[in-house]
């Protein structure tokens, strides 16, 4: 399994696209292009890392053997994100915004988010080509594990024998696309 490092890494990736936004929106209503720059320039930074985790985690973590009773495609969350995170961005008003408090918010959700059992999609995986599935195993009998794969199209169970196990409820696929 993966260490802390690489879990808050694959967490804080997930806000790349809310920086962008933020960004371009801060730039465009407050001309702050200063504080805007410094987003873009941290949302690039957590992209390289997390790239370059994940790529490693494939390399180096330990595959088994897994037996599948059941997959569903859990792609359609993409649209949710778009409409939850990204499009009420664009409406921000800024006035009075406060760093500090913004640093200290993300300090607390990245506490939160590595110590809890739970499996998100990545945006960053996404636009990468995988593709995320929700499986239940025989052997565990756990039913809302998250799989990682190049594969578009996953349908039959039989299809997935042998993962890594990135985190605790977090798979990737070892067979690709």
Known sequence: ??????????????????LFVAALTL????????????LICIAIILTYLFKHSFRYGIRHL?????TVSGVASRDPWIVGYVFTYLLPLVNLRVSG?????????????????????VAYPNF????????????ATESSGISDLLLISKKKHLRDKSNVTQVIRMFEKT??????G
């Open 1 to 18: 399994m993966a260490n802390w490092l690489q879990r808050a890494l694959y967490m804080t990736s997930n806000s790349v696209p809310l």
């Open 27 to 38: 730039w465009l209503k407050t001309d702050e292009w200063k504080l805007s720059v410094l």
């Open 62 to 66: 330990p595959s088994r053997e897994i």
């Open 97 to 117: 915004f406060s760093v500090v408090t913004l640093t200290i918010i993300s300090f607390i959700l990245l506490i939160v988010a590595t110590s809890a059992v």
């Open 124 to 135: 960053i995986l996404y636009v990468m080509g995988y593709h995320f599935y929700k499986l």
């Open 171 to 176: 798979l990737i696929d070892t067979q690709g």
